[in-house]
């Protein structure tokens, strides 16, 4: 059957695509880059999503031979699944399958991992060896480890008893906090790796370049060169988010075909790329030539991330320096998102910044962009508060919010959010109070440490009555004790959740005796190792050691039962014949373990009625916040076991080593990061609740109602801009413009999320300012203010729908809904952490496995061929 791309838009679901002049260019556009200048909801994920089916059935380009690099994972798993289903429309029409599952969709992240094991880079298709990747999070703990920390800081020749006050003062800190010393080199080294600098290069620079503190600047830079040095020594290799880039970079430049592998290089969000990832895209595209590049400057937000605006604003001139060729440019500039005054608000808001360049040659951003409305109902949208206290203007937004849901404007509260450029203020408490004052219930994990939601501390109460709590130390700082303070109302709530359910007690009580059996065994089983004078680094010998260990006095029959366990004696005697003999260390831990992990203790939790009522409120629809925190619980958990492990021995219980590793440890370093304003987790937005985001986490999304809680934001310049602008070969945006242009852009995606109705509050009086140029804008006459708008006349909101049309999987999810409702509710849904997880890993190191023997053979079959 014939097809093309006309037909298939008539086809799609729910409702025909049907693209304006532009978005179409760029969907038939398939030779030499492209530049899509694309505002905000202009359609751009749809562009993308047809442009590679395009490509791919009407061009004849392989799925493998596309590398689309998106700036979420979650982005990245939507443009796929909505590939998938439009394919296999294709295929339903045409009989023809198409196979995406080698094709490059995800985050440059995991896209340069994915690189590094892609066999078409080299010569005989070996799989080269792959680093561990650390996320944010791993990087801290890996650096904040007080051992390690404290030998690299020897190594870099920092003066231990000051090293922490050293560098905070470095950064502008007056502390001598570890924790902020840490958070510190991280945001460091990031931007060197970022940068593509190297030790040597920051070093020679340092002493041709004036720079603050030389002396401490090259300290740090040794510090940087001992942590690259470590994490290569590992074994296997480690690499943070920034580093894996250098890896793969340098894999490229490495290979001949580098060039040639992908015929087509789409980057979604580029004015978020940073300097290095650059290089990967045109590196990659140096070959065909056909990279195209997708964003908005105006939207960019991640300059702390080591972004750099100029590399999309530059495009087409880097395309004539990388590539000697033109780029083709085509705008995406209709707003498919917003009513027409919000559009036209957001176009005033951000052309009031001057953003001429300093010789008055050029613009820091693409100007005359022309961006308009699809939607030409011009009633009002954009209202702001009456001018007045915090407290008077949060009582009156939150009057507005309770008349918009009792009128039917939206059909749930979490259609109206809150964005606030950072969710620890004042201004949010109070917004908060407000509208639960008026019977509203909001959703704003972040507004505080996510750890002092009522959720994590029943959870983790409750693992201090199994655990037990840990001995505060003789240490001063507000943190340690606004820790043991969190540690205190924790065991406080878990102690009155045991007074109101019997059976919580008495599950608490047996695994508090399951804990001190395993470490009672433990003892018994050490007194007889030293007893007979084993080493327990010595090799298991079942024949001499099994049955002494076995009839031990007052061992339990639990540690009998794994001693004695015929599975176990199979494994000995592999591990005997393979001649990797276990040691007797590791049979006395394996004997006396618990049957649990910390993440199977908090799904047995789930069952008391405590914790069960939050899963029967979701399932019934009635509030869907308290799972959702579950779901964010379990995830830390997971990490918990990923970063330490996943078996609780009785050698970790020992000395309450496993109790300060997860209290004084994880948790603590958990409490004391909390969450900052450019934090952009993916949260969920749980039904019935009103949720509470960062500007950040709201990028890429959009809202019925958007109520900016806060529009003011001081300017304050990152200090590692300050550090880092000396030693860098490239011009950019001055250093004393750059916090007042990062203002303006965060607040533009603030004030474009909204479709029906964008409200900003106004605050007045003592103490009180408004960012410009709301000062301007909010004090004209001619805005709407609250008590003259009337709800009536908003449009009522629909619910919500992709862009992009889902794909069902028959095994992953028909199957498993059909086994469990609520299975497929909470891991699907709500994005719990299964426990036990590696079984399923094994499986796919199987595959790995195959593939690796396949492809040598086949090598090594080409190589007598060639004999």
Not at 215 to 221: E, I, K, P, Q, R
Not at 343 to 360: C, H, P
Not at 812 to 840: E, H, N, W
């Amino acid at each position: 059957m014939s097809i093309n791309l006309e037909k298939l838009w008539q086809l799609t679901q729910p409702e025909p695509f049907e693209p304006n002049l532009n978005q179409k260019r760029a969907i038939l556009h398939t030779d030499s880059p492209l530049f899509l200048t694309a505002g905000p909801g202009s359609g751009k994920t749809r562009v993308l999503l047809w442009r590679s089916l395009n490509l791919i059935v009407f061009h004849d380009v392989k799925p493998e031979e596309i590398f689309l690099s998106t700036f979420t994972e979650k982005a990245a798993f939507q443009l796929k699944e909505g590939l998938r289903s439009l394919l296999g429309l294709v295929t339903n029409l045409t009989g023809k399958p198409y196979d995406i599952s080698k094709m490059y969709v995800g985050t440059v992240h995991s896209l340069c991992q994915k690189l590094l094991t892609d066999r078409r880079f080299l010569e005989l298709g070996q799989r080269s060896p792959v680093p561990v990747l650390k996320d944010e999070l791993g990087q801290y703990f890996y650096l904040s480890r007080r051992k390690y920390w404290q030998t690299i800081l020897e190594k870099a020749d920092f003066d231990l008893d000051i090293a922490q006050a050293t560098i905070n003062q470095f950064f502008n800190y007056n502390s001598i906090s570890k924790h902020n010393a840490v958070s510190n080199c991280i945001s460091l080294f990031n931007r060197f790796s970022e940068e593509c600098l190297t030790p040597e290069q920051i070093l020679a620079r340092i002493q041709t370049t004036p720079v603050d503190d030389p002396d401490t600047f090259t300290n740090l830079t040794k510090l940087y060169d001992e942590y690259l040095r470590s994490l290569q020594q590992s074994n296997p290799p480690q690499a943070d988010f920034s580093l894996i880039q250098q890896y793969a970079l340098n894999f490229l430049e490495q290979s001949p075909h580098s060039g040639n592998i992908f015929k087509h290089i789409i980057i979604d969000e580029y004015q978020d790329t940073n300097t290095i990832q650059e290089r990967i895209f045109f590196k990659l595209a140096s070959g065909f030539k056909n990279i195209c590049v997708v964003g908005d400057d105006d939207q960019a937000l991640y300059r702390f991330r080591g972004a750099t605006v100029e590399n999309f604003v530059q495009f087409p001139s880097r395309c004539q320096e990388y590539l000697n060729c033109s780029a083709t440019e085509i705008p995406l500039n209709i707003n498919y998102r917003s009513r027409h005054q919000i559009v036209e608000f957001y176009n005033d808001f951000i052309t009031r910044q001057n953003w001429r360049s300093a010789d008055g040659k050029g613009f820091y951003r693409l100007v005359n962009k022309d961006i308009t409305a699809f939607n030409d109902d011009r009633t009002t949208s954009v209202i702001a508060s009456t001018p007045a206290k915090p407290d008077l203007v949060c009582e009156e937004i939150a009057l507005l919010v309770r008349d918009l849901i009792n009128s039917g404007k939206v059909t749930d509260p979490n259609q109206i959010a809150f964005l606030y450029p950072s969710l620890k203020s004042k201004q949010v408490e109070r917004m908060i109070d407000a509208l639960e004052d008026v019977g509203l219930k909001v959703y704003a994990p972040r507004a505080r440490r996510f750890l002092e939601v009522e959720e994590a501390m029943a959870v983790f109460g409750v693992y201090l009555l199994i655990f037990g709590k840990p001995v505060r130390g003789d240490f001063r700082g507000a943190d340690y004790n606004d820790f043991h303070q969190w540690l205190n109302n924790c065991q406080e709530i878990a102690q009155n959740l045991i007074k109101e359910d019997k059976a919580l007690k008495a599950f608490i009580e047996e695994k508090q005796e399951e804990i001190n059996t395993a470490l009672n065994d433990y003892r018994i089983l050490s007194e007889v190792a030293i007893a007979h004078k084993w080493d327990k680094t010595q090799f298991y010998d079942p024949h001499t050691m099994k049955r002494l260990l076995y009839s031990a006095r007052g061992l339990s029959n639990t540690a009998q039962k794994n001693l004695g366990n015929v599975y176990f004696d199979r494994l000995v005697k592999q591990k005997l014949e393979t001649k990797q003999p276990l040691t007797l260390s590791y049979v006395i831990n394996a004997s006396t373990s618990v049957d649990w992990s910390v993440l199977d203790l908090f799904y047995r939790l789930c069952i008391f009625n405590h914790f069960k009522e939050m899963f029967d409120q979701a399932e019934t629809g009635q509030d869907e916040g308290p799972i959702c925190n579950m779901g964010l619980i379990s995830q830390y958990l997971a990490r918990f076991t990923d970063e330490y492990t996943n078996i609780i021995t009785a050698q970790f219980l020992e000395d309450n080593r496993f109790q300060l590793t997860l209290f004084m440890g994880f948790l603590y370093s958990l409490f004391r990061r909390g969450e900052t304003e450019y934090e952009d987790a993916d949260d969920p937005f749980p039904r019935g609740r009103i949720p509470f985001l960062t500007v950040h986490q709201s990028k890429g999304l959009e809202f019925p109602v958007v109520i900016l809680g806060n529009p003011r934001k001081d300017p304050k310049l990152q200090r590692v801009e300050e550090i880092v602008k000396p030693v860098l070969d490239r011009q950019g945006e001055p250093l004393e413009r750059m916090a007042e242009f990062d203002v303006m852009r965060m607040f533009y995606v603030a004030v474009s999320r909204a479709k029906n109705l964008l409200v900003i509050a106004h605050f007045k009086g003592p103490g009180q300012k408004l960012t410009f140029p709301f000062n301007e804008m909010l004090n004209d006459r001619t805005i709407a203010r609250i008590p003259d708008f009337d709800p009536h006349s908003l449009p009522e909101a629909k619910e919500s729908n992709d862009d992009l049309p889902k794909n069902y999987s028959y095994t992953s999810d028909y199957l498993l809904y059909q086994r469990c409702p609520r299975q497929y509710m909470i891991f699907r849904k709500y994005g719990f952490v299964a426990s036990r997880s590696q079984t399923m890993f094994f499986g796919s190191v199987v595959h790995k496995t195959i593939e690796d023997l396949h492809y040598l053979l086949k090598a090594k079959k080409g190589t007598q061929n060639l004999d």
